[in-house]
């Protein structure tokens, strides 16, 4: 609290990078957003947005958002904790990082052919007796890969909030008798809870916007807003509507993140 | 703190190191030479000999840049900040690019080779008199089926797509002229109608194609079709003849009803600064035998007549891939229908999309 | 690091590592194809590879991408670290939740409207397009992932750390060099890992603000696409795959056996 100045001098870069590239483009997106397709200054664009066409999509992508978020966290929690048991912790999260260096679409391609008709996936589920199924272009296959794109996202915070906490305060929960479901309940997952929530905001947010996996493995079976924006720019050059749907997901952003931060007051 | 400061200093190292290898290997290829052709096109849309040729030729350095649809291109263009000499974008953009101010006009006097083009290919709806394009290649809109597959089953017409035996069989490709155009085509209206009534109709009608559908793709379709994972695809003709050498089960059909018939062309946008040298690029791609070997290696129909003498003769004569002009008669090329119409199409075309579940 | 993991939770890692790691595999093992295609195998042939090392063109691309990855990464974590900071001194939750806010934009918004905002930006400043405005927009896109991976670290430390080392004569830079960065060290590690990973996945935006002959490996990948992606792609991929993991694990072990040797056990 001292010299208020010289932390703001140290604030420069981020504050810069914000109104750059983050009000700048805000503002564009604003001003594109009241133009309509011929480029007459009009509200159509929110009108639309409110038809039922567009609210489906903004439910189903909120439904796809969470569904994912969902099972990244239940994969992803335990993962992290028995990561931070292992012997090389390190060296094993490093892994889990490495695969998502390789380009999105070449591994969306393998997908494709893992889960098709004559893929590994089926060629499981024949040994096994089931038969088989089609699993591509499935509401199965886009979350499963969706899940399989995020979890490095989700595990990090949880592994980093998991690693500092103190053994000590295990042993002594132990020691007065808890059960291990009461440990985890009363003692671990409390004090994982900010990691937990950043992992939360970093798969949610992003999933609302997918696009490319709803075509290449849903097979456009699932249609989300993100979806929708792209089709508005890259086809019918309509930036207005594709803006128009962006200040929306902006707005809803906002608002997840007031109700998820308030809880904690005065941190 | 230190392990932090090592990061720094070890990655700025190795930062500077790849620049610097960045930079010798640029100019081992002559890249920063002043006078340059900068071509934008579809990834893998040429054949990179021809361009060595060319450079040999002339000492014209050519870069090469990609784009992967016509509408991110012409955003590009319009922006500016880079400058592109030719563009090879699809015949419906170029009347866009037109209204847009965003073409040079062509000098003919500069293109002697212009004359090799076939005449069914010259003065165009969408650019008449050729004065902004010239055909780079050309083809159809048609169906791509596995004949094995479907037990020996032949597909004429678009109808036949709407055939209960055929469940779970179709992959549709992810654009809203063609699929669209497939319903008003199969409904025998014209695939640049824009009667609201027409298309009404015509999205109706594909919604009652739904149980057919197995998904609605892009490129990828032709993996799928090339691996069986489905039997049936709305395809350009281009992709057609490729996974159609790769698995000869494959059969394409141009519905009788109707379809499109499709131009990519090269022109010069307006961000050239060598539009000498773009001329001698376009002039050097209608040599009969250049654009012979590039069709062999883009295996895509060329429209230069006389690079049909080159090339092996079971191509040229393959009536699937090189129609006879009494088929192109029947066929429509797609007209720029304005902003509002399009979205229209757009529109429906999402709708249809989000009927499927 | 006392309790051993019991078979089954190793029997869960491994699954976890063997999906992760499978559409990889897949790649891997097609880069040998003979058949040239990702679904049939015909025979084992380096053909792919011999046609890699011919392509100058290609290895300028992978070196763009890899030059592109490190800076923009570095900086942006540099930046990211200094805006987690700033952020967290904010003492009014209401100011903080606005500032993660506007941080989140760029991760909610999808890349062709970043992609397409940043172009007319960087147009209307005159930029020209090439190294530097791709080296700026990936900075501008990984930031905010890096704040969201160190601030939970900063929010677990607790103040009377901070103001126990001041009471000691500490200056402020020394609060953070010896205090804050090395207890937020895990964090400033993901958010860099994740900024690579943000860097090397993108196409979409830099697509739009690239030019003038300045390609990255994703824009090449996706424009390939039309005409069916060939298995030197592959073979690149694997190339790519199998320096990483060797750098990956040589890194390790190298500072493993420093800290072991020099600095002793605290991290």
């Not at chain 1, 690693?163 to 309940?185: K, Q, V």
């Not at chain 2, 290919?121 to 050729?130: R, T, Y």
């Not at chain 3, 805006?83 to 918004?109: D, H, P, Y």
Request: charged residues 15%; negative net charge.
């Amino acid at each position: 609290m001292q010299n208020k100045m010289s932390r703001n001098i140290y604030f420069i870069p981020y504050v810069l990078w914000i109104a750059l590239f983050v009000i700048a483009p805000i503002l564009l997106i604003l001003y594109y957003s009241f133009f309509d397709i011929e480029g007459n200054l009009s509200l159509i664009n929110y009108q639309k947005f409110f038809t039922p066409v567009y609210l489906k999509m903004t439910l189903s992508s909120f439904w796809y958002a969470f569904l994912i978020t969902g099972i990244s966290l239940l994969v992803a929690y335990p993962t992290a904790y028995l990561l931070t048991k292992t012997k090389h912790k390190q060296l094993w999260l490093l892994l889990i990082i490495v695969p998502s260096w390789i380009n999105l679409l070449l591994k969306a391609y393998a997908f494709i052919g893992i889960f098709g008709t004559y893929g590994v996936a089926n060629g499981f589920l024949e040994a096994i007796g089931i038969g088989k199924q089609q699993i591509l272009f499935t509401d199965f296959s886009f979350i499963f890969v969706s899940v399989y794109i995020f979890i490095p996202f989700m595990i990090l915070p949880i592994f980093n909030a998991l690693d500092e906490m103190n053994p000590t305060l295990l042993d002594a929960a132990n020691d007065l008798g808890a059960s291990r479901w009461m440990t985890f309940r009363r003692v671990i997952f409390p004090l994982t809870i900010d990691g937990v929530k950043t992992g939360c905001q970093v798969v949610f947010i992003p999933a609302l916007s997918l696009f490319m996996l709803t075509r290449l493995i849903a097979g456009n079976r699932v249609i989300t807003l993100g979806t929708a924006i792209e089709q508005h720019f890259l086809v019918t050059q309509d930036w207005g509507m594709g803006s128009t749907i962006a200040v929306f997901l902006i707005i809803i952003m906002f608002l997840i993140m007031f109700v998820t931060g308030n809880r904690k007051q005065g941190v | 703190m230190k392990k932090l400061v090592q990061m720094f200093l070890v990655i700025s190292v190795v930062s500077a190191l790849l620049l610097y290898a960045i930079s010798r290997l640029n100019t081992s290829q002559g890249f920063t030479s002043s006078y340059t052709l900068t071509i934008y096109n579809w990834g893998d849309y040429i054949d990179s000999d021809l361009i060595d040729r060319f450079e040999e030729e002339t000492g014209i350095k050519v870069i090469y840049e990609t784009f992967d649809s016509n509408e991110a291109m012409m955003t590009k263009i319009e922006q500016g900040g880079t400058t592109y000499d030719i563009a090879i974008p699809s015949e419906y953009m170029i009347d866009k690019m037109r209204e847009e101010d965003l073409l040079v006009p062509l000098d003919h006097s500069k293109l002697p080779n212009l004359k090799n083009i076939d005449e069914r290919f010259i003065n165009l709806p969408f650019d008449p008199e050729n004065k902004f394009s010239v055909p780079y290649f050309w083809g159809t809109v048609g169906i791509v089926y596995n004949s094995k597959m479907l037990g020996g089953k032949e597909i004429t017409a678009w109808a036949d797509l709407w055939d209960n035996d055929l469940k779970n069989e179709i992959l549709l490709t992810d654009g809203a002229r063609e699929v669209m155009g497939m319903g008003l085509n199969s409904l025998n209206y014209s695939l640049n109608d824009t009667n609201e009534e027409h298309l009404q109709e015509a999205k109706a009608k594909l919604d009652t194609l739904t149980p057919n559908i197995k998904a609605i793709v892009g490129d990828e379709s032709r993996m799928l079709l090339e691996a069986q994972e489905a039997a049936i695809g709305l395809v350009w003709s281009g992709v057609a003849s490729e996974i159609m050498a790769e698995n000869e089960d494959l059969e394409y059909v141009v519905p009788e009803e109707g379809s499109n018939l499709w131009f990519d062309n090269m022109v010069i946008p307006k961000t050239t600064k060598n539009v000498d040298a773009a001329h001698q690029f376009i002039n050097f791609m209608l040599d009969p035998e250049v654009a012979a070997q590039n069709a062999e290696y883009v295996s895509y129909s060329t429209p230069n007549k006389e690079a049909l003498k080159y090339m092996p003769e079971e191509v040229v004569k393959d009536e699937r891939f090189y129609p006879s002009p009494e088929l192109t008669e029947k066929l429509e090329v797609y007209e720029n229908l304005g902003k509002k119409n399009l979205a229209r199409y757009n529109e429906l075309f999402l709708e249809f999309k989000m009927h499927r579940k | 690091m006392s309790n051993k993991l019991s078979p089954l939770s190793k029997a869960f890692l491994v699954l976890i590592f063997l999906v992760l790691y499978a559409p990889i595999f897949f790649l891997v093992f097609y880069s040998f194809n003979s058949g040239g295609t990702m679904y049939d195998f015909k025979g084992f042939t380096f053909e792919w590879y011999k046609e890699l090392f011919q392509d100058t063109r290609l290895l300028i691309i992978v070196l763009n991408t890899l030059v592109i990855a490190l800076l923009s990464a570095l900086i942006a974590t540099i930046i990211g670290v200094i805006g987690a900071i700033g952020i967290r001194s904010f003492t009014s939750s209401k100011a903080k939740n606005t500032l993660l806010s506007l941080n989140n934009v760029l991760i909610v918004s999808p890349d062709v409207i970043i992609g397409a905002s940043f172009l007319i930006l960087f147009t209307m400043a005159g930029i020209k397009l090439g190294f530097y405005s791709v080296l700026l927009s990936h900075i501008a896109f990984s930031i905010p992932i890096v704040v969201l991976l160190v601030l939970p670290k900063l929010q677990e430390m607790s103040p009377t750390l901070i103001d126990a080392a001041r009471d000691l004569g500490a200056s402020r830079w020394d609060v953070l060099t010896k205090v804050i960065l090395p207890y937020i060290l895990p964090g400033i590690f993901a958010g860099f890992f994740m900024a690579l990973t943000y860097s090397l996945d993108d196409f979409a935006v830099t697509f739009f603000v690239t030019g003038n002959g300045f390609s990255t490996l994703s824009v090449e990948i996706y424009s390939l696409a039309r005409r069916g992606i060939s298995l030197n792609i592959n073979a690149l991929s694997t190339l790519l795959f199998a320096v990483t993991l060797l750098l990956v694990v040589v890194y390790y072990f190298i500072t493993q056996r420093v800290r072991q040797t020099g600095m002793g056990g605290r991290r």
